[in-house]
Nanobody
């Protein structure tokens, strides 16, 4: 059993910053990539950012480029999402995900690439 534990969500004002953390715990397994997705009410779950575990290559959705930064701690199987200059449209439930099997696409931006998911953490950006 593998569990992804997320933290760092909350209510902030536009322009503020948040740092989300997600740690994988449980039996040792291979990590090919970890990523962040988000889902707003009435919308599909969308890709936010991802990082490959061995090489550290990062990928971002166009909507967050230049504002969000994903990073990882390989030894702890932990991924972080630094979110700066937050906008109201960033409001969503943010989910951490882990790909424990070989990736099928060069850019791990699809939910189909990930085997394990966190419970989600609410990020609300409002004045």
């Amino acid at each position: 059993q593998v569990q992804l534990v997320e933290s760092g969500g909350g209510l902030v004002q536009p322009g503020d910053s948040l740092r989300l953390s997600c740690a994988a715990s449980g039996r040792t397994f291979n990590t090919y990539a970890m990523g962040w997705f988000r889902q707003a009410p009435g919308k599909e779950r969308e890709f936010v950012a991802a990082i490959t575990w061995s090489s550290g290559n990062t990928y971002y959705a166009d909507s967050v480029k230049g504002r969000f930064t994903i990073s990882r701690d390989n030894a702890k199987n932990t991924v972080y999402l630094q979110m700066n200059s937050l906008k109201p449209e960033d409001t969503a439930v943010y989910y951490c995900a882990c790909a424990s099997r070989p990736l099928t696409m060069a850019v791990p931006a699809s939910v189909r690439e990930y085997d394990y998911w966190g419970q989600g953490t609410q990020v609300t950006v409002s004045s």
